[in-house]
């Protein structure tokens, strides 16, 4: 069982920056970031694989970038020009194998607990 643990999450006000961090317990092919705000479903918001292939909802390309440091572990998630919308719990996730890497909940098999993003207008 691999265990995600995020960190960076706060507080910024509209326009501001944030960066998230996931740091794995061990080798996962594939490491995704979703949120979920009160109310909604949680959505997809990007994903990277190990060998660099990436992919983004498309409310947030531009914005947000996926990054990750293989010899770690960790993922990461730069948030820049950040919108009140943007508020949500921000998880990390994770699957073993590449080829089920893809913009979709359902297709993760180990998540973190989660870390509070709130922008504020």
């Known amino acids: 069982q691999v265990q995600l643990v995020e960190s960076g999450g706060g507080s910024v006000p509209a326009g501001g920056s944030l960066r998230l961090s996931c740091a794995a317990s061990?080798?996962?092919?594939?490491m995704g970031w979703f949120r979920q705000a009160p109310g909604n479903e949680r959505e997809a918001i990007a994903i990277?694989?190990?060998?660099?292939?990436?992919a983004y909802a498309d409310s947030v390309k531009g914005r947000l970038t996926i990054s990750r440091d293989n010899a770690k572990n960790a993922a990461y998630l730069q948030m820049n020009s950040l919108k009140p919308e943007d508020t949500a719990m921000y998880y990390c996730?994770?699957?073993?194998?590449?080829?089920?890497?893809?913009?979709?909940?359902?297709?993760?098999?180990?998540w973190g607990q989660g870390t509070q993003v709130t922008v504020s207008s």
């Open positions: 990277t694989t190990r060998g660099g292939i990436e």
């Open positions: 061990d080798y996962v092919a594939c």
């Open positions: 996730a994770a699957v073993d194998l590449v080829g089920t890497c893809q913009l979709h909940t359902s297709k993760f098999q180990y």
